[in-house]
């Protein structure tokens, strides 16, 4: 079983920064991409950043110049961080991981993964 724990969420005022953190844990071969969505109350899911193992990023057209996606291959974890917050970034916010594990009989296979939601509000 592969588990995704998301932290670093919190109130903070418009113009302030936060940091999130989500790590992968458990039976874990190797990641590939790795992301984070949001979602706002009455709204879909949507893509906020997404990383590939080798360090390739895209970022929705909302977040850019004020978010940074980045990773650390050797905890398995994925951090954004969040500047010039506004209060429509206000949504909860998914951990998101393409997952390569090993069964015990040696063959692998592929999870998507999804962490449990850490909500960020942005209000003064």
């Known amino acids: 079983q592969v588990q995704l724990v998301e932290s670093g969420g919190g109130l903070v005022q418009p113009g302030g920064s936060l940091r999130l953190s989500c790590a992968a844990s458990?039976?874990?071969?190797?990641?590939?991409?790795m992301g984070w969505y949001r979602q706002a109350p009455g709204k879909q899911r949507e893509l906020v950043a997404a990383?590939?193992?080798?360090?390739?990023?895209n970022y929705a057209d909302s977040v850019k110049d004020r978010f940074t996606i980045s990773r650390d291959n050797a905890k398995n974890t994925v951090y954004l961080q969040m500047n010039s917050l506004k209060p429509e970034d206000t949504a909860v916010y998914y951990c998101?991981?393409?997952?390569?594990?090993?069964?015990?009989?040696?063959?692998?296979?592929?999870?998507?993964?999804w962490g449990q939601g850490t909500q960020v509000t942005v209000s003064s």
């Open positions: 998101n991981a393409d997952i390569r594990s090993r069964r015990s009989s040696g063959s692998f296979y592929t999870y998507n993964g």
């Open positions: 458990g039976s874990i071969f190797s990641i590939n991409a």
């Open positions: 990383i590939t193992s080798g360090g390739n990023t």
